[in-house]
T-cell receptor, first 108, second 114 residues
Framework: GENVEQHPSTLSVQEGDSAVIKCTYS??????FPWYKQELGKGPQLIID?????GEKKDQRIAVTLNKTAKHFSLHITETQPEDSAVYFC???????FGTGTSLTVIP | AAGVIQSPRHLIKEKRETATLKCYPI?????VYWYQQGPGQDPQFLIS???????DKGSIPDRFSAQQFSDYHSELNMSSLELGDSALYFC?????????????FGNGTRLTVT
């Protein structure tokens, strides 16, 4: 089956700094790579996604990069704010499989 | 915009009891998914339905069953509940193939089995 590894599991940054979360996957057939943000008591919410025919996508302070050869994709958050604090999940292989999550804390 | 509605938000059951969780997808979404999330864990895919037919099956125990009705709402039926079934259960919906479409999650049902 698919193996989606996500690192780091926890990440603390100072407000205004950047945060980077990385996921690797094993199924070369995966071609859709979303990132979800989950706040306490809520369901995961899509923040950005990328398809395999694109190497990078940006939406304001959030960007995702994809390296299909190396089978990894990364979430980049710049100018972090306290409201970015949450758990972030990547997903691959038809979203059957989620990464193990990264708990991001932005320190004011 | 309308979101995915799940009910109830919280449910407490005893071992060996049954539970039914309900999900109302976003209007016009044709696919419904169920996920189970344990404390501090990632969502685990259970089962999905496309146009009222089961489309994919994940790690759903045989004690659980689900269906999607003519109005597209879905129900997850859980029988012979065990302590280990305590978790957050999320429903999600999408329009189109999950290999190309984001999932829209509800806020979940927290099931506690005592």
């Amino acid at each position: 089956g698919e193996n989606v590894e996500q690192h780091p599991s926890t990440l603390s940054v100072q407000e205004g700094d950047s945060a980077v979360i990385k996921c690797t996957y094993s199924d070369s057939a995966s071609n859709y790579f979303p990132w979800y943000k989950q706040e306490l008591g809520k369901g995961p919410q899509l923040i950005i996604d990328i398809r395999s025919n694109v190497g990078e996508k940006k939406d304001q302070r959030i960007a995702v990069t994809l390296n299909k050869t190396a089978k990894h994709f990364s979430l980049h958050i710049t100018e972090t704010q306290p409201e970015d604090s949450a758990v972030y999940f990547c997903a691959a292989r038809n979203q059957f499989y989620f990464g193990t999550g990264t708990s991001l804390t932005v320190i004011p | 915009a309308a979101g995915v509605i799940q009910s109830p938000r919280h449910l407490i059951k005893e071992k060996r009891e049954t539970a039914t969780l309900k999900c109302y997808p976003i209007p016009r979404h044709d696919t419904v998914y169920w996920y189970q999330q344990g404390p501090g864990q990632d969502p685990q895919f259970l089962i999905s339905f496309y146009e009222k037919m089961q489309s994919d099956k994940g790690s759903i125990p045989d004690r659980f069953s689900a269906q999607q009705f003519s109005d597209y709402h879905s129900e997850l039926n859980m029988s012979s509940l065990e302590l280990g079934d305590s978790a957050l259960y999320f429903c999600a919906s999408s329009l189109g193939d999950r290999d190309n479409s984001p999932l829209h999650f509800g806020n979940g049902t927290r099931l506690t089995v005592t």
